[in-house]
T-cell receptor, first 114, second 111 residues
Framework: DTEVTQTPKHLVMGMTNKKSLKCEQH?????MYWYKQKAKKPPELMFV???????INESVPSRFSPECPNSSLLNLHLHALQPEDSALYLC?????????????FGQGTRLTVV | GQSLEQPSEVTAVEGAIVQINCTYQ??????LSWYQQHDGGAPTFLSY??LDGLEETGRFSSFLSRSDSYGYLLLQELQMKDSASYFC????????????WGAGTKLIIKP
């Protein structure tokens, strides 16, 4: 199984809503990531978890809150988002968070904030 | 600072060969990766070069010259399904080994 599964695939939320994005992998990877991608741009790193601990937070606003309940699951809790937060949110995993390890990406959640 | 440059768009003909170049500027280079992303899809890993030379995987090859801070992705026997965006990305010690991405090259293939 070389899949990273993300749910939901699409999400529309209002600026006062609270929602969560979910990500799951069963490859035994110890590093998991959240990326944000705008149209025609490269992925932009948001958070890195290594061995279930947050190791990197790329100065992401607190309205985005990551959580890693166990080694296979990664959540991204959303609250009070802005329309400019509309984007494709990608989860990825790799063997380790450093070194020459291939990153496997999920299909993403396309988020629209209205 | 860290930066990568790759062409924004490349056009080629089905069955032909195309090369996508990537030059980079980093303070602590660790390796060069290439990812493919179809419209509406997820990035998919294609190749990784840590040492100088050519790595071949089927129709795709990737080359690295660390002394020139340069690499390229070579796609042979182009197929329509190869139409996608291609990103080069480097791992840099200064970015805690996290991927630093180029802006992407949109490859358009014509019949």
């Amino acid at each position: 199984d070389t899949e990273v599964t993300q749910t939901p695939k699409h999400l529309v939320m209002g600026m006062t809503n609270k929602k969560s994005l979910k990500c799951e992998q069963h490859m035994g990877h110890r590093a998991m990531y959240w990326y944000k991608q705008k149209a025609k741009k490269p992925p932009e790193l948001m958070f890195v978890y290594s061995y279930e601990k947050l190791s990197i937070n790329e100065s992401v606003p607190s309205r985005f809150s990551p959580e890693c309940p166990n080694s296979s699951l990664l959540n991204l809790h959303l609250h009070a988002l802005q329309p400019e937060d509309s984007a494709l949110y990608l989860c990825a995993s790799s063997q380790e968070s450093t070194g020459d390890t291939e990153a496997f990406f999920g299909q993403g959640t396309r988020l629209t904030v209205v | 600072g860290q930066s990568l440059e790759q062409p924004s768009e490349v056009t080629a003909v089905e069955g032909a060969i195309v090369q996508i170049n990537c030059t980079y500027q980093t303070s602590g280079f660790y390796g060069l990766s290439w990812y493919q992303q179809h419209d509406g899809g997820a990035p998919t890993f294609l190749s990784y070069n840590a040492l100088d030379g050519l790595e071949e995987t089927g129709r795709f090859s990737s080359f690295l010259s660390r002394s020139d801070s340069y690499g390229y992705l070579l796609l042979q026997e182009l197929q329509m399904k190869d139409s996608a965006s291609y990103f080069c990305a480097v791992r840099d010690i200064a970015s805690n080994y996290q991927l630093i991405w180029g802006a992407g090259t949109k490859l358009i293939i014509k019949p």
